[in-house]
Protein backbone atom coordinates (compact mmCIF):
# COMPACT_ATOMS: atom_id res chain seq x y z
CA UNK A 1 0.00 0.00 0.00
CA UNK A 2 1.85 3.06 -1.62
CA UNK A 3 1.27 6.71 -0.83
CA UNK A 4 2.60 9.35 -3.83
CA UNK A 5 2.46 12.76 -2.72
CA UNK A 6 2.83 15.61 -5.22
CA UNK A 7 3.01 19.28 -4.80
CA UNK A 8 3.04 22.59 -6.72
CA UNK A 9 4.81 22.91 -9.79
CA UNK A 10 5.83 18.89 -9.62
CA UNK A 11 2.38 18.24 -9.41
CA UNK A 12 1.12 19.81 -12.04
CA UNK A 13 4.54 18.26 -14.12
CA UNK A 14 3.73 14.62 -13.07
CA UNK A 15 -0.19 14.77 -13.03
CA UNK A 16 -0.30 15.60 -16.95
CA UNK A 17 2.57 12.95 -18.31
CA UNK A 18 0.99 11.48 -21.54
CA UNK A 19 2.46 7.65 -20.47
CA UNK A 20 2.72 5.90 -17.49
CA UNK A 21 4.94 7.35 -15.82
CA UNK A 22 4.13 6.57 -12.12
CA UNK A 23 2.66 3.01 -11.26
CA UNK A 24 1.21 2.81 -7.94
CA UNK A 25 1.35 -1.30 -7.78
CA UNK A 26 -0.30 -3.87 -6.31
CA UNK A 27 -2.20 -2.48 -3.02
CA UNK A 28 -4.40 -0.23 -2.13
CA UNK A 29 -2.51 2.65 -3.44
CA UNK A 30 -3.09 6.85 -3.26
CA UNK A 31 -1.88 9.83 -5.01
CA UNK A 32 -1.97 12.73 -3.02
CA UNK A 33 -1.94 15.84 -4.82
CA UNK A 34 -1.26 19.57 -2.91
CA UNK A 35 -2.24 22.68 -4.32
CA UNK A 36 -1.09 25.74 -2.78
CA UNK A 37 -3.63 28.85 -2.67
CA UNK A 38 -2.33 30.28 -5.86
CA UNK A 39 -2.70 26.98 -7.57
CA UNK A 40 -5.44 26.81 -10.44
CA UNK A 41 -4.16 23.81 -12.85
CA UNK A 42 -6.29 22.16 -15.63
CA UNK A 43 -5.77 18.49 -16.25
CA UNK A 44 -6.74 16.36 -18.76
CA UNK A 45 -8.70 13.48 -16.95
CA UNK A 46 -7.89 10.83 -19.67
CA UNK A 47 -4.58 11.60 -18.90
CA UNK A 48 -4.40 11.39 -14.82
CA UNK A 49 -4.53 7.71 -14.60
CA UNK A 50 -2.81 6.82 -17.39
CA UNK A 51 0.39 8.80 -16.15
CA UNK A 52 -0.25 7.67 -12.36
CA UNK A 53 -1.87 3.88 -13.22
CA UNK A 54 -2.21 1.91 -10.24
CA UNK A 55 -3.63 4.28 -7.64
CA UNK A 56 -6.75 3.68 -6.45
CA UNK A 57 -7.45 6.94 -4.81
CA UNK A 58 -6.49 10.40 -5.77
CA UNK A 59 -6.54 12.89 -2.49
CA UNK A 60 -6.66 16.30 -3.34
CA UNK A 61 -5.40 18.57 -0.34
CA UNK A 62 -4.41 22.33 -0.05
CA UNK A 63 -6.72 25.55 -0.84
CA UNK A 64 -5.83 25.66 -4.58
CA UNK A 65 -8.28 24.65 -7.87
CA UNK A 66 -7.84 21.88 -9.98
CA UNK A 67 -10.09 22.08 -13.21
CA UNK A 68 -10.61 17.92 -14.87
CA UNK A 69 -11.51 18.04 -18.32
CA UNK A 70 -11.91 14.75 -21.00
CA UNK A 71 -13.08 11.57 -20.36
CA UNK A 72 -11.52 8.51 -18.05
CA UNK A 73 -13.56 5.45 -17.61
CA UNK A 74 -11.48 4.21 -14.96
CA UNK A 75 -12.88 3.15 -11.81
CA UNK A 76 -11.33 4.87 -8.97
CA UNK A 77 -12.29 7.76 -5.80
CA UNK A 78 -11.47 11.16 -5.57
CA UNK A 79 -10.82 12.11 -2.14
CA UNK A 80 -11.22 16.04 -1.86
CA UNK A 81 -9.58 16.70 1.25
CA UNK A 82 -9.73 20.64 0.73
CA UNK A 83 -9.20 22.80 -2.10
CA UNK A 84 -11.31 23.07 -5.06
CA UNK A 85 -11.96 20.37 -7.83
CA UNK A 86 -14.04 21.44 -11.28
CA UNK A 87 -15.03 18.96 -12.56
CA UNK A 88 -16.02 19.72 -16.65
CA UNK A 89 -15.48 15.81 -17.42
CA UNK A 90 -16.91 12.36 -18.07
CA UNK A 91 -15.71 10.30 -15.21
CA UNK A 92 -18.96 7.83 -14.79
CA UNK A 93 -16.88 5.38 -13.15
CA UNK A 94 -15.30 7.62 -10.58
CA UNK A 95 -16.51 8.37 -7.21
CA UNK A 96 -16.20 11.72 -5.47
CA UNK A 97 -16.17 12.31 -1.54
CA UNK A 98 -15.72 16.14 -0.26
CA UNK A 99 -14.34 17.11 3.11
CA UNK A 100 -16.06 19.93 5.21
CA UNK A 101 -14.79 23.07 3.49
CA UNK A 102 -13.81 21.83 0.06
CA UNK A 103 -16.08 22.52 -2.38
CA UNK A 104 -17.00 20.31 -6.00
CA UNK A 105 -18.13 22.37 -8.82
CA UNK A 106 -18.75 21.97 -13.12
CA UNK A 107 -21.15 20.44 -15.70
CA UNK A 108 -19.36 16.85 -16.09
CA UNK A 109 -20.11 13.14 -15.13
CA UNK A 110 -19.21 11.39 -11.91
CA UNK A 111 -19.89 8.32 -10.52
CA UNK A 112 -21.55 9.09 -7.30
CA UNK A 113 -21.19 11.45 -4.53
CA UNK A 114 -20.52 11.63 -0.38
CA UNK A 115 -20.74 15.17 0.07
CA UNK A 116 -19.29 16.72 3.73
CA UNK A 117 -18.06 19.83 1.82
CA UNK A 118 -20.03 22.47 -0.99
CA UNK A 119 -21.93 21.05 -3.67
CA UNK A 120 -21.91 23.63 -6.50
CA UNK A 121 -23.22 22.50 -9.57
CA UNK A 122 -22.39 24.42 -12.75
CA UNK A 123 -19.78 26.97 -14.00
CA UNK A 124 -22.47 30.06 -13.12
CA UNK A 125 -25.90 27.94 -14.08
CA UNK A 126 -25.20 24.60 -15.01
CA UNK A 127 -25.83 20.75 -14.81
CA UNK A 128 -23.42 18.20 -12.75
CA UNK A 129 -24.60 14.53 -13.56
CA UNK A 130 -24.06 12.10 -11.33
CA UNK A 131 -24.89 8.23 -12.67
CA UNK A 132 -24.69 6.88 -9.10
CA UNK A 133 -26.23 8.24 -5.80
CA UNK A 134 -26.01 11.28 -3.42
CA UNK A 135 -25.30 11.64 -0.21
CA UNK A 136 -25.48 15.30 1.41
CA UNK A 137 -24.50 14.82 4.88
CA UNK A 138 -25.44 17.11 7.74
CA UNK A 139 -22.27 19.58 6.90
CA UNK A 140 -22.71 19.49 3.67
CA UNK A 141 -23.74 23.15 1.69
CA UNK A 142 -25.63 22.48 -1.61
CA UNK A 143 -25.23 26.03 -3.63
CA UNK A 144 -27.90 26.69 -5.99
CA UNK A 145 -27.98 29.60 -8.46
CA UNK A 146 -31.38 30.76 -9.92
CA UNK A 147 -32.53 33.35 -12.57
CA UNK A 148 -35.83 35.11 -13.00
CA UNK A 149 -36.87 33.20 -16.29
CA UNK A 150 -36.88 30.08 -13.86
CA UNK A 151 -33.76 28.57 -14.74
CA UNK A 152 -31.41 27.28 -12.08
CA UNK A 153 -28.59 24.89 -11.62
CA UNK A 154 -29.38 21.26 -11.47
CA UNK A 155 -27.93 18.06 -10.34
CA UNK A 156 -29.17 14.91 -12.25
CA UNK A 157 -28.45 11.60 -10.14
CA UNK A 158 -28.97 8.50 -11.95
CA UNK A 159 -29.28 6.77 -8.58
CA UNK A 160 -31.04 7.43 -5.16
CA UNK A 161 -30.47 11.33 -3.46
CA UNK A 162 -30.06 11.98 0.37
CA UNK A 163 -30.61 15.08 1.91
CA UNK A 164 -29.56 17.00 4.89
CA UNK A 165 -27.09 20.02 5.56
CA UNK A 166 -27.90 23.31 4.01
CA UNK A 167 -29.57 24.25 0.75
CA UNK A 168 -28.23 28.00 0.01
CA UNK A 169 -30.17 29.54 -2.96
CA UNK A 170 -28.37 32.95 -4.55
CA UNK A 171 -30.59 34.62 -7.57
CA UNK A 172 -28.19 36.09 -9.96
CA UNK A 173 -30.93 38.33 -11.81
CA UNK A 174 -32.54 41.74 -10.16
CA UNK A 175 -34.37 40.87 -7.09
CA UNK A 176 -37.53 42.40 -8.35
CA UNK A 177 -37.77 39.86 -10.78
CA UNK A 178 -38.61 37.57 -9.28
CA UNK A 179 -42.06 36.53 -7.54
CA UNK A 180 -44.18 33.64 -5.97
CA UNK A 181 -44.58 32.57 -9.39
CA UNK A 182 -41.08 31.00 -10.02
CA UNK A 183 -40.07 27.74 -10.06
CA UNK A 184 -36.97 25.75 -10.06
CA UNK A 185 -35.82 22.22 -10.90
CA UNK A 186 -32.61 21.78 -9.39
CA UNK A 187 -32.32 18.18 -8.59
CA UNK A 188 -33.39 14.97 -10.12
CA UNK A 189 -32.81 11.59 -9.40
CA UNK A 190 -33.91 8.31 -11.21
CA UNK A 191 -33.97 6.24 -7.85
CA UNK A 192 -35.68 8.49 -5.40
CA UNK A 193 -34.87 11.63 -3.41
CA UNK A 194 -35.14 10.79 0.74
CA UNK A 195 -34.53 13.40 3.48
CA UNK A 196 -34.65 17.22 3.55
CA UNK A 197 -32.24 20.38 3.80
CA UNK A 198 -31.75 21.19 7.62
CA UNK A 199 -31.62 24.52 6.82
CA UNK A 200 -32.27 27.14 3.59
CA UNK A 201 -30.63 30.13 2.97
CA UNK A 202 -31.41 32.95 0.15
CA UNK A 203 -30.37 36.33 -0.62
CA UNK A 204 -33.83 38.10 -1.71
CA UNK A 205 -34.77 40.37 1.02
CA UNK A 206 -38.57 39.93 0.10
CA UNK A 207 -39.37 35.92 -0.73
CA UNK A 208 -37.73 33.15 0.97
CA UNK A 209 -36.91 29.82 -0.79
CA UNK A 210 -39.15 26.63 -0.05
CA UNK A 211 -38.31 22.78 -1.52
CA UNK A 212 -40.53 20.50 -2.29
CA UNK A 213 -40.30 16.81 -3.64
CA UNK A 214 -42.68 15.96 -6.72
CA UNK A 215 -43.26 13.68 -9.70
CA UNK A 216 -43.45 10.82 -7.87
CA UNK A 217 -40.42 11.74 -4.88
CA UNK A 218 -37.91 12.31 -7.68
CA UNK A 219 -37.52 15.61 -8.55
CA UNK A 220 -36.56 18.41 -6.01
CA UNK A 221 -37.85 21.79 -6.77
CA UNK A 222 -37.82 25.04 -5.40
CA UNK A 223 -40.88 27.76 -4.92
CA UNK A 224 -40.33 31.40 -3.64
CA UNK A 225 -43.00 31.80 -0.93
CA UNK A 226 -43.43 35.63 0.97
CA UNK A 227 -40.28 35.94 3.79
CA UNK A 228 -43.29 35.93 6.35
CA UNK A 229 -44.90 32.94 4.86
CA UNK A 230 -42.02 30.38 4.84
CA UNK A 231 -42.09 28.25 8.24
CA UNK A 232 -38.87 26.95 8.70
CA UNK A 233 -38.35 23.26 7.18
CA UNK A 234 -39.46 19.82 9.45
CA UNK A 235 -36.34 18.30 10.30
CA UNK A 236 -34.94 15.85 8.09
CA UNK A 237 -35.78 11.87 9.10
CA UNK A 238 -33.74 9.79 11.33
Do not use: C
Not at 39 to 47: E, F, G, N, T
Not at 72 to 97: E, H, K, Q, R, W
Not at 168 to 196: H, M, Q, R
Amino acid sequence: NDVLQLSGVLASILIGLDASAIDGGEGDDELQITLADDDDLSVDASILTQSNAGFETISQLGNGTLTLTGTNPAAALYNLVSGTVIVNATLTNTDFATAIGSKIEGTGVIGSLTNSGILAPGNSIGTLTIAGDLILDADSIFEVEIMSDNTSDLVDVGGSATLDGTLNVTALDAFDLFSTDNVFTILEADGGITGGFASLMDNLPDLDVAFGVVDGGTTGQLTLVAASDNPPPPPPPP
